[in-house]
């Protein structure tokens, strides 16, 4: 249990589509984070929250994205108009109990056709 | 641009053998550093975290840190088939937050 759970766990959407992913962190914490890996990477940051302050975003956030944490709780990710280049595991995470550490949900895989 | 480099691999060793994973960084203003490992089609998973000069070992695996030569690596000792996954490490830079910069990651094979 990593302490974030994530939805949808797959996702298939037709170029063009808009998709929408889920993160909720089981327990309160005050910042959460999006990253994006694709594959043979590592996870990319996109963004991250201080309670519903959007603090930082990646300039790999184009306009077509937009992270949403309302409530100070859950978050959600927004890409609109998918294009093929979307196509990735988009992974939250949740501060640990050590300095700097980030606990991974399962993630959420799009694949855009 | 601050960087975090490892060789992609592929690592093959031997069952029962030492692994050693290797990682240099960019900037010596860094605080903390990690290791994820992946298996294929999950999500990374936190094994080891290091945040000062020396070694940090926890059951087979031992994390060492030199901060003056911006390296840091991982030794698997008594490597198990079920070690095989993707490595990745991470170094966070900053004060005050978690924001984490991963590696490309080592894909490590344990051969029976």
């Known amino acids: 249990d990593t302490g974030v759970s994530q939805d949808p766990r797959h996702k298939i959407t037709k170029r063009g589509q808009n998709v929408t992913f889920r993160c909720d962190p089981i327990?309160?914490?005050?910042?959460l984070y999006w990253y994006r890996q694709t594959l043979g990477q590592g996870p990319e940051f996109l963004t991250y929250?201080?309670?519903?302050?959007?603090?930082?975003k990646s300039r790999l956030l184009s306009d077509r994205f937009s992270a949403e944490r309302p409530k100070g709780s859950f978050s959600t990710l927004e890409i609109q108009r998918t294009e093929q280049g979307d196509s990735a595991m988009y992974l939250c995470?949740?501060?640990?109990?050590?300095?700097?550490?980030?606990?991974f949900g399962e993630g959420s895989r799009l694949t855009v056709l | 641009q601050k960087e975090v480099e490892q060789n992609s691999g592929p690592l093959s060793v031997p069952e029962g053998a030492i692994a050693s994973l290797n990682c240099t960084y960019s900037d010596r203003g860094s605080q903390s550093f990690f290791w994820y490992r992946q298996y294929s089609g999950k999500s990374p998973e936190l094994i080891m975290s290091i945040y000062s000069n020396g070694d940090k070992e926890d059951g087979r695996f031992t994390a060492q840190l030199n901060k003056a030569s911006q390296y840091v690596s991982l030794l698997i000792r008594d490597s198990q088939p079920s070690d095989s996954a993707t490595y990745l490490c991470?170094?966070?830079?900053?004060?005050?937050?978690?924001?984490?910069?991963f590696g490309t990651g080592t894909r490590l094979t344990i051969i029976p």
């Open positions: 327990s309160e914490h005050n910042r």
């Open positions: 929250f201080q309670n519903e302050a959007q603090l930082e």
């Open positions: 995470a949740a501060p640990g109990a050590g300095t700097g550490e980030l606990f």
């Open positions: 991470a170094v966070n830079w900053n004060f005050g937050n978690e924001k984490l910069t």
